[in-house]
């Protein structure tokens, strides 16, 4: 905008204007940023880390099968200096341990084929190749441990080649360890079909996607999860052809997830998460001087303070409930505003209103927000950061695959590396 379009505005237009002008940049506490684009300054600002006021301490549980106990007596009386023979009785005043690792060095099996002369007709009759000879030179483990290096501690090839080489003495080359992780995923493929069927059968599934580079090109990887299933996958797109090929025809009861438009009409009800809402709202209260934010913030608190008690009331108390939010937001919808930012929030919670409370109607089984989603994403986008993306696309479909079969038995409390030895070994 020049000079002469600024000449041509009115009185009110460059007031609005420069009130716009002097509106805070939005940061994770009030968008879907993430918090490492906020500004040092704001970081500075923020809650300290460490236990809040309030917190429980907790403390390192003794071992109850230690390796070995030893024992430290006193041998003499320090007020007579008598002797404190062996056979007197003692006891455990005080308990401490010593943690340490021992080396671990890979062990090497030699497999020999043996050749033998029959002494019978002279025959030279050779040994057959033994089976860990007819595959790859590295165990299960070996591929267990690279996997989840790689995987779940989001090391680039480079540095999973140092790790091996400075904790275990192993030299493998970039190429050999792709190809042993390569062989590694291939052995998901079959848990993570059980992982789709089982998401395809459930009542309520919540979803969510985020940027990832595969081949240098922008990507995708998504995340679908029910009850009982947690499945990852990798895409070139965005777009709701996604949603409907994982989902192969199935319509869940309820779908939760945020107001993306390929992540819309895909269950009999949606369930749009109020946390995206919450910081939408939470900008413009920051912004603007409009009592309308401010009410729809109070309006979020109080829906969430009945989430927190959902399971715990009547079902005929939770339909009183939701009636009375419902005509409160009404309300707040139609009150009136010069504010340009409380009009489009007014907007965009209006064309979201009956997806906004369908979590009182399913105590227990329907969260109020998609965290869940995201909180399974964070890991995906903390190798994002670390390894810049994929350099192939079997690579990333590979890599969601493990994560399928991993996150899904974690729903049963599974560790993650134990889980990635069964299925390697299998």
Same mark, same amino acid.
Not at 229 to 240: D, F, K, L, Y
Not at 276 to 305: G, M
């Given at each position: 905008m020049g000079r002469s379009d600024l000449e041509r505005l009115s009185r009110e237009e460059l007031i609005e204007l420069v009130l716009r002008l002097q509106r805070p940049e939005k940061t994770s506490r009030t968008s879907s940023k993430p918090p490492a684009t906020d500004h040092k300054d704001r970081r500075e600002q923020s809650r300290?880390?460490?236990?809040?006021?309030?917190?429980?301490?907790?403390?390192?549980?003794?071992?109850?099968?230690?390796?070995?106990?030893?024992?430290?007596?006193?041998?003499?009386?320090?007020?007579?200096?008598?002797?404190?023979?062996?056979?007197?009785?003692?006891?455990v005043v005080s308990l401490s341990e010593r943690i340490e690792l021992p080396e671990v060095a890979?062990?090497?099996?030699?497999?020999? @084929?043996? $050749? !033998?002369?029959?002494?019978?007709?002279?025959?030279?009759?050779?040994?057959? &190749?033994?089976?860990?000879? =007819?595959? +790859?030179?590295?165990?299960?483990?070996?591929?267990?441990?690279?996997?989840?290096?790689?995987?779940?501690?989001?090391?680039?090839?480079?540095?999973?080649?140092?790790?091996?080489?400075?904790?275990?003495?192993?030299?493998?080359?970039?190429?050999?360890?792709?190809?042993?992780?390569?062989?590694?995923?291939?052995?998901?493929?079959?848990?993570?079909?059980?992982?789709?069927?089982?998401?395809?059968?459930?009542?309520?599934?919540?979803?969510?996607?985020?940027?990832?580079?595969?081949?240098?090109?922008?990507?995708?990887?998504?995340?679908?999860?029910?009850?009982?299933?947690?499945?990852?996958?990798?895409?070139?797109? @965005?777009? $709701? !052809?996604?949603?409907?090929?994982?989902?192969?025809?199935?319509?869940?009861? &309820?779908?939760?997830?945020? =107001?993306? +438009?390929?992540?819309?009409?895909?269950?009999?009800?949606?369930?749009?998460?109020?946390?995206?809402?919450?910081?939408?709202?939470?900008?413009?209260?920051?912004?603007?001087?409009?009592?309308v934010p401010w009410r729809l913030q109070l309006w979020l608190q109080s829906v969430f303070a009945l989430a927190e008690r959902v399971t715990d009331l009547a079902t005929s108390t939770r339909a009183a409930k939701r009636r009375t939010l419902e005509r409160q937001l009404g309300a707040i919808l139609a009150e009136p505003s010069r504010c340009d930012l409380t009009r489009g929030l007014q907007a965009k919670i209006g064309r979201a209103r009956d997806q906004l409370l369908v979590f009182l109607a399913h105590p227990g089984q329907v969260e109020p927000t998609n965290n869940g989603s995201e909180r399974l994403l964070r890991p995906t986008v903390v190798q994002r950061k670390m390894t810049n993306g994929y350099r192939a696309m079997w690579a990333a479909e590979g890599e969601a695959d493990i994560r399928t079969v991993?996150?899904?038995?974690?729903?049963?409390?599974?560790?993650?590396f134990g889980t990635i030895l069964k299925t390697v070994g299998a």
């Amino acid at each position: 905008m020049g000079r002469s379009d600024l000449e041509r505005l009115s009185r009110e237009e460059l007031i609005e204007l420069v009130l716009r002008l002097q509106r805070p940049e939005k940061t994770s506490r009030t968008s879907s940023k993430p918090p490492a684009t906020d500004h040092k300054d704001r970081r500075e600002q923020s809650r300290p880390g460490g236990a809040k006021p309030g917190h429980e301490g907790h403390s390192r549980v003794m071992t109850d099968d230690p390796d070995a106990v030893v024992d430290h007596r006193p041998d003499r009386c320090s007020c007579c200096g008598g002797a404190l023979h062996r056979e007197l009785s003692a006891e455990v005043v005080s308990l401490s341990e010593r943690i340490e690792l021992p080396e671990v060095a890979p062990v090497v099996t030699q497999h020999r @084929r043996l $050749a !033998v002369h029959c002494p019978s007709c002279g025959a030279r009759m050779v040994a057959p &190749v033994p089976e860990a000879a =007819r595959d +790859t030179p590295f165990g299960p483990r070996l591929h267990a441990v690279a996997t989840y290096l790689k995987t779940f501690q989001a090391l680039s090839y480079e540095r999973l080649q140092a790790a091996l080489s400075d904790l275990f003495g192993l030299r493998l080359s970039q190429g050999g360890l792709m190809n042993l992780l390569r062989r590694a995923q291939g052995r998901f493929h079959s848990g993570r079909e059980a992982a789709v069927a089982m998401l395809r059968r459930a009542a309520v599934v919540a979803s969510d996607e985020t940027g990832v580079g595969i081949q240098g090109s922008n990507a995708y990887h998504w995340v679908f999860h029910s009850t009982d299933a947690v499945v990852h996958t990798a895409s070139p797109t @965005r777009g $709701a !052809v996604v949603v409907r090929a994982m989902m192969d025809g199935h319509r869940p009861s &309820v779908w939760i997830s945020d =107001r993306y +438009t390929a992540q819309q009409g895909h269950a009999a009800q949606h369930q749009t998460c109020l946390a995206h809402l919450a910081r939408d709202v939470a900008y413009v209260v920051e912004t603007s001087d409009d009592p309308v934010p401010w009410r729809l913030q109070l309006w979020l608190q109080s829906v969430f303070a009945l989430a927190e008690r959902v399971t715990d009331l009547a079902t005929s108390t939770r339909a009183a409930k939701r009636r009375t939010l419902e005509r409160q937001l009404g309300a707040i919808l139609a009150e009136p505003s010069r504010c340009d930012l409380t009009r489009g929030l007014q907007a965009k919670i209006g064309r979201a209103r009956d997806q906004l409370l369908v979590f009182l109607a399913h105590p227990g089984q329907v969260e109020p927000t998609n965290n869940g989603s995201e909180r399974l994403l964070r890991p995906t986008v903390v190798q994002r950061k670390m390894t810049n993306g994929y350099r192939a696309m079997w690579a990333a479909e590979g890599e969601a695959d493990i994560r399928t079969v991993v996150d899904t038995a974690r729903l049963t409390g599974a560790s993650p590396f134990g889980t990635i030895l069964k299925t390697v070994g299998a």
